[in-house]
């Protein structure tokens, strides 16, 4: 089946304590994003890859670092982590940018 | 700046009803249009993609349409059910922009 898989779906944590969400997908797309979610602000762009190695920043990169080191993975890494990322986060991909995006289950972060 | 805007904020409507869903956009270089449907913590769920040289997708009871001189697009959702309570979000790509550029979505309740 054609998916976007996210891991782990919630999560809580504290701030400051470094921590990684996964995804990854199988349709060999080699455009990925990702998106965080917060009430009243909808969707925003965080990262993007165009394809394995090459990442650009969205609208809200700061607090965040992604890699593509292939091309179905296309982790978010947040290394010292503030209350102000608590928001629900997906990630999306696309067989290149401008065609149909398929979206994760989404990742449910807290940060305490 | 790329806008994506849509009127209601929410809708009730009784079960059988037939509804339309608005969504404008500012920028007329746009790819294409996306209609999302999200269930409260899921995912995004692709229903339909317009393109920009068509005018409308049909899938089963939704049909979306798309008016680039008027920056519109309208989701027509046919004899409602229940189990279309959820928030539906539309999305476009713009030329250039590496992203979808998101409304902040209906949420729309269909009533028994």
């Known amino acids: 089946e054609a998916q976007v898989t996210q891991n782990p779906r919630y999560l809580i944590t504290v701030t400051g304590k470094k921590l990684t969400v996964t995804c990854s997908q199988n349709?060999?797309?080699?455009?990925m994003s990702w998106y965080r979610q917060d009430p009243g602000l909808g969707l925003r762009q965080i990262y993007y890859?165009?394809?394995?190695?090459?990442?650009d920043k969205g609208d809200v990169p700061e607090g965040y670092k992604v890699s593509r080191k292939e091309k179905r993975n296309f982790p978010l890494i947040l290394e010292s982590p503030s209350p102000n990322q608590t928001s629900l986060y997906f990630c999306a991909s696309s067989l290149q940018e401008g065609v149909e995006a398929f979206f994760g289950q989404g990742t449910r972060l807290t940060v305490v | 700046k790329q806008e994506v805007t849509q009127i209601p904020a929410a809708l009730s409507v009784p079960e059988g009803e037939n509804l339309v869903l608005n969504c404008s956009f500012t920028?007329?270089?746009?790819?294409?249009l996306q209609w999302f449907r999200q269930d409260p913590g899921k995912g995004l769920t692709s229903l339909l993609l317009?393109?920009?040289?068509?005018r409308e997708q049909t899938s089963g009871r939704l049909n979306a349409s798309l008016d680039k001189s008027s920056g519109r697009s309208t989701l027509y959702i046919a004899a409602s059910q229940p189990g279309d309570s959820a928030t539906y979000l539309c999305a476009e790509w713009v030329g250039g922009s590496e992203k979808l550029v998101f409304g902040k979505g209906t949420k729309l309740t269909v009533n028994p």
């Open positions: 890859s165009m394809n394995v190695e090459v990442t």
């Open positions: 920028d007329s270089a746009i790819y294409n």
């Open positions: 317009i393109q920009s040289s068509q």
């Open positions: 349709m060999n797309h080699e455009y």
